[in-house]
Structures are given as C-alpha cells and as structure tokens.
C-alpha cells in the first residue's frame, strides 16, 4: 500500500511568488491533514479535511494560504504571494476513523522563499 | 487547550546506553499521546501510542514509554542505544489536531 505522498520534495522560489504544494494522502483515509515546521521550532497544525470539506483551518497563518481539496482525495496548499517567513518544511498526513488516530505523515516539502 | 513540551532539543547518548527523550503533556481531557521519529530526508514514522488502555506502551525498534497520569509524563526509553536510532523524535498530543512538541535530536556516539 502506498504511503502518503507530496510533491514536490524542495521547492525555492523568490519572495512574491508563488507555490503549490500537493499531497496525495492513502487511499480510503478521509482525514487529511497539513502541518509547518519553521526551522528549529516545533510542528505546527495548520489545517484538517474531512473528505473535501474544511474541519478545521484555525492554524492557517493568514489569507495567503489557501488550501484545497476537490473531490475528497489529493489537497493543495497553494501560497500566494509568498514571503520570507513561509520558509520551513510542509508536511501532509492522513488517517481514517476517529479523528484521535494515528495520523501517516508525508516525507515533506521543504519551501525556501529568497 | 492540549500541548507537550519535550526537556532537551539535544540529547548524546554512547552506543549501548539507556536512551531516555522527555516529554511532558497538558490536557484538559485524557490525552491521545504518540511519538513519532524523523530519520534524515524521510517523513514522521510512528514509535508507538497511547490510548488510555495499558499505561507502558511498547513500540518498534524496542522503545517503549510510560504514562504517568501523576506526572503528566510520556518519557521515551530504549534500554540499549544503536546507531541506526540517531534521529530527531517528537511527542504528540491529538484531541481534534495533533499537537506537538518541538524535537529531540538524538546523536549515538559509537
């Protein structure tokens, strides 16, 4: 069975761009989630789906963020413009079931915003 | 509100020793509590969890960890360190999100 995956793995670009980070979660798990790391500190949650619906996006840091997911299966998180504090590593996971399972984690995007 | 705070972003061990990587928790209800472990260029594996049934979880790779209701505590061990453990972990609390803590990075001095 295949894991969570994300694409792409690195991306750098320049302040004002901007960049969409995709992940593909297992297949069946209706629970997708997206989480940051800025570098050093802890990861942080920023938004849960259930299916394609938003369950919760209180973590999002502000309306340049957006995220999606049509159709209930891949997301988006599309960053526009971006900035230099974007910077940091974005991870997807997923999960089926309750809510306070475990979670299966994607190996990461890491942004670079110059 | 939930959180973990993980004691020591750094900890060395000598191959062989007791591994010990703190974690300590707040909740308002009884906690989810995980760790997960990041080898280089790969993403969050699962070392085991606690869902409130038996208070010493075993994982893989021979950790395990301990619920301390009293000490609101979830401390990870491992009796024996090897090199193939030198990695960054985290401790996590979920309720409706998963929160976490900010890393151990683990080194294994041969």
């Known amino acids: 069975e295949a894991g969570v995956t994300q694409f792409p793995s690195h991306s750098v670009i320049e302040k004002g761009q901007t960049v969409t980070l995709r992940c593909d979660p297992i297949?069946?798990?209706?629970?997708l989630y997206w989480y940051r790391r800025v570098m050093g500190k802890e990861i942080k949650f920023l938004l849960h789906?259930?299916?394609?619906?938003?369950?919760?996006e209180s973590g999002m840091p502000n309306n340049r963020f957006l995220a999606e997911r049509t159709g209930g299966t891949y997301s988006t998180l599309k960053v526009q413009p971006a900035e230099l504090e974007d910077s940091g590593v974005y991870f997807c996971?997923?999960?089926?079931?309750?809510?306070?399972?475990?979670?299966?984690f994607g190996p990461g995007t890491r942004l670079t915003v110059l | 509100a939930q959180s973990v705070t993980q004691l020591g972003s750094h900890v060395s061990v000598s191959e062989g020793a007791l591994v010990l990587l703190r974690c300590n928790y707040s909740?308002?209800?009884?906690?989810?509590l995980f760790w997960y472990v990041q080898y280089p260029n790969q993403g969050l594996q699962l070392l085991l969890k606690y869902t409130s049934a038996a208070t010493l979880v075993k994982g893989i790779n021979g950790f395990e960890a301990e619920f301390k209701k009293s000490e609101t505590s979830f401390h990870l061990t491992k009796p024996s360190a090897h090199m193939s453990d030198a990695a960054e972990y985290f401790c996590?609390?979920?309720?409706?999100?998963?929160?976490f803590g900010a890393g151990t990075r683990l080194t294994v001095k041969p």
């Open positions: 909740s308002s209800v009884p906690p989810y």
């Open positions: 297949s069946g798990h209706d629970n």
């Open positions: 996590a609390v979920t309720n409706n999100d998963m929160r």
């Open positions: 996971a997923s999960s089926q079931g309750q809510v306070r399972g475990e979670q299966f």
């Open positions: 789906f259930v299916k394609e619906s938003k369950q919760d």
